[in-house]
């Protein structure tokens, strides 16, 4: 079973739109991480959320993370070709003390 | 910063032999992990250790599989005898108290 879920899997988008990728899980989580991972490469942090109800911006990526903690959101404006790579969420259980659960991912390409 | 050094790169194989990959997490980093990525599974976290102890192995798959950290700057996983399915990338990943978690890039293992 995996403890976080997200969608879509793959997703393939044009240059310029708006996307909303989600990890959701049955879980409440202390805090939830956002990674993006280049081929070849590890996942590299990109946010924490900590707080429910928590939004954070990085240019022009918005995270959400939900009320109860369970679930959060990453939202892309005006997507462009550098956004292309696997975005994966990590929940944390306890706070630093135990290895962080991931999902399976996100592959998101951007096509110019 | 040289951040997580792993290696080797890649490795290729023949069921039955000896594996052994190496990481060197970032000086000062008290908690080193060791994760494994499929397409299948994601990424799953096999093992952490903090100042050096093993806090959790119930992610290692199977007996086949020990790793080591004999001192704060080197860890080893070994995988005794290999298989073909434990092919994947595996991520060697450090961290301090309620800082970020930074990865290596990998060393993607392949057996024939």
């Known amino acids: 079973t995996q403890l976080l879920e997200q969608s879509p899997q793959f997703l393939s988008i044009q240059e310029g739109e708006n996307l909303t990728v989600y990890c959701n899980s049955s879980s409440v989580f202390s805090s939830l991480q956002w990674y993006r991972q280049e081929p070849g490469e590890g996942p590299v942090l990109l946010v924490t959320v900590v707080t429910g109800g928590e939004v954070k911006k990085l240019k022009r990526l918005t995270f959400q993370f939900g009320d109860a903690r369970k679930d959060s959101s990453l939202h892309i404006t005006a997507a462009q070709p550098g956004d292309t790579g696997l975005y994966l969420c990590?929940?944390?259980?306890?706070?630093?003390?135990?290895?962080?659960?991931f999902g399976k991912g996100t592959h998101l390409i951007i096509q110019p | 910063d040289a951040g997580v050094i792993q290696s080797p790169r890649h490795e290729v194989t023949e069921m039955g032999q000896e594996v052994t990959l190496r990481c060197k997490p970032i000086?000062?980093?008290?908690?080193l992990f060791w994760y494994r990525q499929t397409m299948m599974r994601g990424l799953e976290l096999l093992i952490y250790?903090?100042?050096?102890?093993?806090?959790?192995d119930s992610g290692m798959p199977e007996d086949r599989f020990s790793a080591k950290m004999p001192n704060a700057s080197f860890s080893t996983l070994k995988i005794q005898p290999s298989e073909p399915r434990d092919s994947a990338v595996y991520f060697c990943?450090?961290?301090?108290?309620?800082?970020?978690?930074?990865f290596g890039n990998g060393t993607r293992l392949t057996v024939t």
């Open positions: 990590a929940g944390e259980k306890r706070g630093g003390a135990d290895g962080l659960t």
């Open positions: 990943a450090s961290r301090s108290s309620y800082s970020p978690l930074h």
């Open positions: 250790f903090n100042n050096n102890v093993p806090i959790d």
């Open positions: 000086s000062g980093h008290n908690s």
